[in-house]
């Protein structure tokens, strides 16, 4: 882990948190994650988490003092009891801080096991332990990847693996400087007198998970929600409202056991004729509902990471250019996303590998902007890579090659420098249909 990157990732906070004026600082919590601790690498990656909380603590607290017609007293105003009492508030934003650091994005390989084998079939493998486990391992030893991946988000299963020779994934993970993730939602099911619109399931029991993760070495959590959009009809309120809510309930439990959520509000690219201006519409309307329940679960927004779409018309309007995108797309967060959230992390969305890098790119040049504007990838990184693998052990270094060499171009893109050749020019949108069902699925 380059100590350069570590320093400007602080660098870059403070400088936020200086431009937000919040008031003095009255006290700071300490506490720091444990994840890094014995690792060559761990000393400057804990410094760089403790110092990026360090430029956000001054939002903590505030003081002020009121005059009552009764008495004469000093009120602490705290920013909530829920943030106050939390033991792990200081934490959550170091993690959060870190996982958004410049030049740095996530790898989404939480794929549930029948989604892992709908992608194995198509290189002829089939979906069993071993070949989901052989194709993680490929993708968490790849040489390289911690300087452009700082986080990687892994399937229940996953993140209780270890590599073929016995080590376990998170210690993969942990050699590379990645910080792994779970995803903690348990799939979709229909909303009952709705046009095929969809609730996320999987808060009972969540906090015992939360626990059991956090004690596995996880430090962030992922829950999507999926909003299908039409050029009339959908989103109904119904819909929006209820995926609000499950995400807002998701990201506070996680936060009170120590996991930084990724809040996934996904307006799904989908068939039709309908425009990036409808897209754009309706990505602000659920991100300020979703911010709207964030806030009255008291969630911690220095503590959580946006993953939303990229502003894209339906599928049967041409592919519009990066730029169109771009100004959409930041328009439309400008507009719904708080500042006090460190980074806003694009999934790919079905976009082509090169797309998903051009439009990132494309991103930067309306800045600055007050988060990272940075990817949370799946298919963009992945796709290509398992189609070199296929599963052949000759193949293994030329795929771990390709995964390095997309994360890398994604990282330039992140910081605006992006000039190509791409790893994987031209390409097609990468769709699946969505997942519906429970655990699993
Ligand atoms: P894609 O980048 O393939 O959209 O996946 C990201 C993800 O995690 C969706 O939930």
Not at 301 to 329: F, Q
Request: proline content about 5%; charged content about 20%; hydrophobic content about 35%.
């Amino acid at each position: 882990m380059a100590l350069s990157m570590m320093s400007s990732s602080s660098c870059f906070l403070a400088r936020k948190m200086e431009s937000t004026a919040h008031g003095p600082v009255m006290s700071t919590r300490s506490s720091s994650s444990s994840f890094f601790s014995g690792n060559a690498a761990a000393g400057s990656m804990q410094e760089s988490l403790k110092n990026a909380a360090a430029a956000s603590s001054h939002v903590v607290q505030r003081v002020t003092t009121t005059t009552t017609t009764h008495t004469r007293k000093k009120i602490v105003m705290m920013t909530s009891e829920f943030e106050k009492t939390n033991p792990y508030a200081e934490e959550l934003k170091q993690t959060a801080a870190f996982i958004s650091q410049p030049g740095k994005g996530i790898l989404a390989s939480d794929e549930s096991n029948a989604t892992t084998g709908k992608r194995l079939a198509t290189v002829g493998l089939d979906n069993t332990v071993e070949n989901r486990q052989a194709w993680r391992e490929l993708l968490y030893s790849a040489p390289g990847l911690g300087n452009y991946i700082s986080g990687t988000i892994m399937f229940d299963e996953t993140l209780f693996q270890s590599s073929r020779a016995g080590v376990p994934f998170v210690e993969v993970l942990k050699q590379q400087g990645i910080l792994p993730g779970i995803k903690v939602d348990t799939g979709l099911q229909p909303i009952d007198g709705t046009d095929g619109e969809t609730a996320t399931q999987g808060l009972d029991g969540l906090a015992d998970r939360c626990k059991r993760y956090y004690q596995q070495g996880a430090r962030f959590a992922k829950w999507r929600a999926v909003i299908k959009v039409d050029s009339e009809k959908h989103p109904s309120t119904t819909a929006i409202l209820e995926n609000a809510h499950g995400l807002a309930r998701y990201a506070q439990i996680c936060q009170a056991n120590g996991l930084v959520p990724i809040v996934e509000p996904e307006v799904t690219l989908g068939p039709g004729d309908y425009s990036i201006e409808r897209t754009a519409y309706i990505s602000e309307k659920v991100n300020s509902h979703v911010f709207r329940f964030l806030n009255e679960y008291n969630v911690i927004l220095e503590g959580i990471l946006l993953k939303p779409n990229m502003i894209l018309p339906g599928l049967d309007v041409p592919t519009p250019p990066p730029e169109e995108v771009a100004r959409y797309t930041v328009r439309t967060m400008l507009r719904s996303i708080p500042a006090a959230v460190p980074g806003i992390h694009f999934l790919s969305g079905g976009m082509s590998e090169e797309e998903a890098t051009l439009n990132l790119q494309a991103l930067q040049a309306y800045g600055p902007s007050p988060w990272s504007l940075t990817f949370s990838y799946g298919r963009a990184l992945q796709s290509s890579t398992l189609k070199i693998w296929s599963g052949k052990e000759e193949n293994w270094k030329a795929a771990q090659d390709r995964l390095v060499a997309l994360a890398k171009a994604n990282s330039e893109a992140q910081l605006g420098k992006y000039t190509g050749p791409h790893p994987s020019p031209g390409g097609t949108r990468i769709l699946q249909a969505l997942r519906l069902g429970g655990a699993g699925k």
